[in-house]
């Protein structure tokens, strides 16, 4: 092999990493906001098609997220979104509760007034998106409200750590979201959470991130059980993903 052609070989190899790059980004991101549902089989040639990608890249970030298990692969079958068990989604909010409650305490003790001012306006959008009933919207506002806080305690592996568990569930509590909205009669926890925030009282914002994360699991979890949920795929049942 002559200097040019290794020279090329290499370039090649640098294009193909960054094409499956952004091709894992765009996947993760579109599973952490619950585009696709449990269950469902996503086309590596469709999202190859909506990347405006080959397929290469899209198969290579699919085996790296089958690998954190946020996708199932068979041989011979197109890759999975994992259907989560009832205890499956425990034990992924048990761990995420204290790392949650550390970060929300950490953002306390860096808190700004512009963190602040996105947190009130990512609630607005938030609150009006609920009510329009655009879920979707809502759950995207509500991620972003959140990791705007995660993102505040300054510690970018903590942050990554999070956003690994809420890879695990984003199809998982999209699925039930529309079904579990809360009404909020008193101060919405999102509220209580800026005011904790302002008052710099890390001990509060820890425990009203993990309160605002158990309050919700019960109403997903109290569902579930009275409709005698099982995660198992119904026998035969397949769902076709659209690019995304």
């Known amino acids: 092999m002559t200097a040019q052609e290794a020279h090329d070989e290499d370039e090649q190899g640098i294009i193909r990493d960054s094409l499956s790059e952004k091709a894992y980004a765009r996947l993760r991101a579109a599973l952490i906001a619950g585009v696709y549902e449990p269950g469902e089989r ?3 040639r469709r999202l190859a098609a909506a990347y405006d990608t080959s397929p290469t890249p899209v198969r290579e970030a ?10 199932e692969l ?4 197109q890759p999975r979104v994992p259907v989560l068990t009832i205890p499956q989604y425990i034990n992924i909010r048990e761990v995420r ?3 949650e409650r550390l970060a929300a305490e950490r953002a306390a003790a860096a808190m700004t007034d512009e963190i602040l001012a996105s947190l009130e306006a990512l609630h607005q959008r938030f609150v009006q998106s609920e009510q329009r009933h655009d879920w ?5 506002a ?3 409200f959140h990791f705007t806080v995660y993102r505040a305690a300054g510690n970018d592996v903590l942050l990554g750590i999070i956003e690994n568990l809420w890879l695990l569930i984003g199809p998982f509590v999209t699925h039930q979201y529309p079904h ?3 009404a909020h009669a008193e101060a919405h926890p999102h509220l209580m959470l800026i005011d904790a925030l302002r008052r710099r009282a890390p001990a509060e914002a820890g425990e009203l991130i993990v309160q605002d994360l158990r309050q919700g699991s019960y109403l997903i979890l109290e569902r579930l059980k009275a409709e005698g949920y099982d995660a198992r795929p119904a026998r ?6 659209s690019a995304g």
Do not use: M, T
């Open 42 to 44: 996503l086309s590596i």
């Open 62 to 71: 699919v085996i790296q997220l089958a690998r954190e298990g946020a996708l």
């Open 74 to 77: 068979r041989i011979g079958h």
């Open 97 to 99: 509760a204290p790392l």
């Open 136 to 140: 979707k919207e809502a759950l995207a």
């Open 142 to 144: 509500n991620k972003e």
């Open 180 to 182: 579990v909205a809360r």
């Open 236 to 241: 035969g049942r397949r769902s076709q993903a």
